[in-house]
Structure formats: C-alpha cells, structure tokens
C-alpha cells in the first residue's frame, strides 16, 4: 500500500494524483510515498518523527519571532477593523451627500446610530481578545450549525481541564476539520487559529496558528503568510 507524501491519503497502484489533496505522486525509489508501511498511522509517524515532531504543545509560542509575529498580527487586525468602524461610516455619508443631498441627513443617523452600537462592540471584542486567559482542555464535541441563509457556523465545544465547557467558533472550518474529539487542546486567545493540538504525531499537516493554511510537517513557517508555526 502506498500512502501520499503530502497527506497520507492511500492511494490505489498506478495513479499519478492525489485524489485528496491533488498533488502529483513521485513513485520514484527514496521518495517519501508511504510504501513500505502497513498502515497510515505508521506512514504518519515516520512522517512526523522525520519532521522532528513530538507529542507536546509547542515551546515556540514564547519565542522571541513567534512573539513578534503575534504583536505585528494583533496590530494589523486592530488597525483593520478600527479603521472600517470609524471610516466607513463617513465614507457613506460622503458618497450619499455627492449622490443626492436630501439623504444627507438620512446618512449623518446613521452615521451616529453606527458609532453609538458598533464601536463599543468592537472595543468588547478587542479588550475580551487580548486579555482572555489560556486554557488547557479536551475536544468534546464538534458542531456544524447550518444555514440556508448564511454561511455554515463551526463550534469546537471543549471541556477545560477545570472542568468548564468552552465554545471557540471556527468561522473558515480549520480547526473543525483538523481537531477530533478526545484530541488534547490548549488556548491561544490572541491567534486567529487559535487551538493547538498536543499530539501532532499522526497528523498529515500542521496548521498555520495565523492564516489558517494547511503546512506541510517538515515547514517551520507557513508558505503562505511567513509566520512561523507551532511545531
């Protein structure tokens, strides 16, 4: 049985491309394609112990360049979503008074209804992000809430080590296709992505702590965004 060499899928004799991730299969001798293994958790461990992943969170997290990315991530965020709260509203108004003047007035209330509600959102969900706590717990459930009206809704629902229940919203499906439940988590409030797994042993990716992306197990940083990973 051959398995692939981005992500373990078994793959029948003779195909080219992996049906799951699409990538060309290199069946030359040497090359990582999971012959030679029983099973694909065995695939997967050998993946993982030649990428030097062990079970354990990742001491990366307080290190001093995956600090920096953290800090230089946080700060573009804030700046994104205050410059929309407090821009675009004004915007609007300017567009309405160049397009017709007697929605001017319409424009100004709303305007003043946008910053009464909106902007003390905003600040809750700024201040609760930055100063929530880190947790350690356990997946307990996996909840997909679907919507004909709306995009589909992705809850992990975690059990902390003290034995609270944890709700973290997965809003690009990452962590919910990556996590299982029983999987061992901890709780990084500032990153986008924010459960790491502590057992990344028999996993065929890493995923980025800041994008999201799938990263191969042997990559330190993400090909996407640059930002290092937590392995």
Not at 62 to 67: G, I, L, V
Not at 96 to 107: D, K, M, R, W
Request: aromatic residues 8%; glycine residues 8%; proline residues 6%.
């Amino acid at each position: 049985m051959a398995f692939c060499g981005t992500c373990g899928q078994p793959l029948d004799e003779g195909v080219e491309v992996c049906p799951a991730c699409g990538a060309r299969v290199n069946n030359a001798p040497g090359n990582a394609t999971g012959e030679g293994f029983r099973t694909r958790d065995e695939w997967l461990a050998s993946n993982a112990q030649s990428a030097g992943i062990e079970p354990g969170f990742s001491s990366k997290f307080d290190a001093p360049e995956f600090q920096a990315a953290l800090k230089t991530g946080n700060s573009f965020n804030t700046r994104l979503l205050l410059g929309l709260t407090l821009g675009l509203p004004p915007a609007i108004t300017l567009i309405a008074l160049l397009v017709s003047p007697q929605s001017a007035a319409i424009s100004i209330a709303v305007c003043i209804v946008v910053y009464l509600i909106v902007i003390p959102v905003v600040a809750y969900f700024l201040i609760k992000r930055n100063t929530a706590k880190p947790w350690d717990g356990e997946v307990v459930d996996l909840v997909c809430r679907t919507s004909y009206k709306s995009a589909d809704m992705y809850c992990i629902i975690c059990r902390t080590d003290e034995g609270k229940q944890q709700k973290v919203q997965d809003y690009g499906r990452s962590m919910f296709d990556y996590l299982h439940i029983g999987d061992r988590v901890r709780f990084h409030p500032r990153l986008n992505v924010p459960l790491e797994k502590y057992d990344k042993t028999h996993d065929s990716y890493l995923l980025c702590p800041f994008c999201g992306g799938q990263q191969s197990l042997s990559n330190d940083s993400c090909d996407k965004c640059g930002k290092p990973l937590l392995k």
